[in-house]
């Protein structure tokens, strides 16, 4: 096994010291054999790693690129210390330090003299562990994703913030990194069919470029971080009961300080990639549910998309490298990122919006129904005490239209679930309100919006008998925490003041009967009907 491929990578520029890093490895690789050391190697286009029984070292190739540095032994020591400091923030179990190769006649590791080489030094984990293996083998699960979308909320929040004068993250430091992406992938491209995909691709990068101030605002409010900056399946694993993320970008500054929505938009677009869009809504719907950012939504599908070109344009550089058969599967990954780059765009959605009475089972099947359609559900419930400082099971019960429950507090509510729905429909998201909707003034501008934005409407008007809803409430009541204070006087409150749906609203409501034995068939009929209703998505730009 060589510790190098034949020749580099296209687009490296390689020194002699690559040559002499070979002899080394191979050097180090006979010693273990000579003690009867086991190991596994692995390759990427930047990277050696040997796994041996408890430990992983990884080694940084003598290349430079056009995004890299590791042709001296001072950058690759560099870049190996910047690798454990980066990656102790999401996987501090994982990385160990940094280990040298020393001696002369025969290498080893951490010995004594002068150090020939540098590695990072990690933890072995199983292979089966990685997220990648996992969506192959259909074995991930929705806790893992609740799991990640918290772990990534919070490690954005912490992470150090961007100077709002900063070139990273602005439209000219990201519209650089499109064009040279775009270009590297258009050199190593075949097809007349991928050709045109990028070409559109290109037109469309380009216009959303020129939409400077929307980057620029990102970051003078404080978006841009020093983030993973390859937030991929292949990073993550599922592994002693947690979730940890590895392999974050140390080499390009420019590439890992960026807006915290491209970090999360990396590993949404692979979950798409994976055929999984119902764990990207996840995912999506958790990370914003913990950090609020809902104003970083209009990116998402361009980041998306970038996301993919860089995946698409890894697997091409792979390729280059591979064998025949290797190298064909990893061109045809990369056309599959190429082209879900390319119509990875903002669509037109739906607003759907709940109606009925406290314990009819609205929360239930919006939960649900959002789920069906990779749609994003915002909660009055949850929002209501966002507003008010507090948790979303912290306690607040009231009589109706009085405390948190009072007018103005409602009025607030609204106003802020309107807000959201309209970062989500712009986005091209389709977007789940889930609040009772009982009175004109509440319904009124959704629809309004929906109108404008282009989004199919519809109602879903949840219904159940007094008795049913009088005893869920009594339950929930003794029940664990829940978002919802409404206990029976709110719901005597809401008969009192109820508002019908009009004859116009009516023509967009899908009754819903939330006591029904098949209630989830139901709710699957119900998205198909939302689904149909969608308008076409704008087409992209022609080339």
Request: hydrophobic letters at 45%; glycine letters at 8%; proline letters at 5%.
């Amino acid at each position: 096994m060589q510790p190098s491929p034949s020749s580099p990578a296209p687009g490296a520029q390689a020194g002699p010291e690559l040559a002499q890093q070979q002899a080394l490895l191979r050097g180090l690789e006979a010693a273990w054999h000579r003690q009867g050391c086991r190991f596994q190697h692995y390759e990427t286009h930047i990277s050696w790693i040997y796994v041996l029984d408890q430990l992983a070292y990884k080694f940084k190739k003598a290349l430079r690129f056009d995004v890299l540095d590791y042709g001296t032994l001072a950058a690759r020591r560099h870049c190996c210390e910047e690798e454990v400091r980066l990656n102790r923030r999401l996987a501090p179990s994982l990385y160990l330090g940094v280990s040298a190769v020393t001696g002369g006649g025969e290498p080893t590791l951490d010995g004594d003299g002068p150090a020939l080489e540098y590695a990072v030094r990690m933890r072995t984990f199983p292979q089966q562990a990685l997220w990648s293996a996992r969506l192959d083998a259909g074995l991930l699960e929705p806790d893992e994703i609740d799991a990640l979308a918290v772990l990534l909320a919070r490690f954005h929040a912490e992470a150090a913030r961007a100077a709002p004068d900063a070139p990273s993250g602005g439209a000219d430091a990201i519209g650089a990194l499109g064009r040279g992406d775009l270009a590297t992938v258009d050199s190593l491209l075949t097809g007349r069919t991928h050709r045109a995909q990028l070409a559109r691709l290109a037109r469309w990068h380009a216009e959303r470029i020129a939409d400077a101030q929307r980057f620029e605002r990102r970051r003078a409010d404080g978006h841009v971080r020093e983030c993973h900056g390859d937030l991929h399946s292949g990073n993550i694993l599922s592994w002693e009961g947690r979730v940890d993320v590895f392999d974050g970008i140390e080499f390009n500054d420019e590439l890992r300080w960026t807006d915290v929505v491209a970090d999360l938009a990396f590993i949404v677009m692979d979950l798409r990639f994976h055929g999984r869009d119902d764990l990207a809504a996840r995912l999506l719907q958790g990370y914003l549910a913990a950090s609020d950012d809902y104003a970083g939504l209009p990116l998402l599908a361009f980041y998306q998309a970038r996301r993919a070109l860089v995946r698409c344009k890894v697997l091409l550089l792979a390729a280059a490298e591979a064998g025949p058969g290797e190298g064909a599967a990893a061109r045809a990954s990369a056309g599959r990122y190429l082209a879900l780059a390319a119509r990875t765009r903002p669509r037109r959605g739906a607003l759907v919006l709940m109606h009925g009475y406290s314990g009819s089972g609205k929360s239930y099947c919006a939960a649900r129904l959002a789920a069906a359609l990779g749609a994003i559900h915002i909660r009055s419930d949850i929002e209501r005490k966002r507003l008010h400082g507090l948790a979303p099971t912290a306690h607040r019960a009231a009589p109706g239209g009085q405390g948190i429950y009072d007018d103005a507090a409602g009025r607030a509510t609204y106003a802020r679930l309107l807000q959201l729905a309209r970062a989500i429909g712009a986005a091209g998201l389709d977007v789940v309100v889930d609040a009772a909707h009982l009175h004109r003034w509440q319904r009124q501008p959704f629809q309004a919006l929906a109108r404008e934005l282009g989004l199919a409407f519809v109602i879903v008007d949840v219904r159940a008998d007094d008795a049913l809803l009088r005893e869920r409430l009594r339950l929930r009541a003794l029940g664990p925490p829940d978002a919802s204070d409404a206990g029976t006087e709110v719901l005597d409150y809401q008969y009192a003041t109820h508002e019908p749906l009009t004859a116009a609203e009516r023509r967009h409501a899908l009754p819903l009967d939330g006591a029904a034995a098949d209630l989830p068939a139901r709710i699957g009929a119900l998205a198909a009907t939302v689904r149909a209703r969608r308008r076409p998505a704008p087409a992209l730009p022609a080339p």
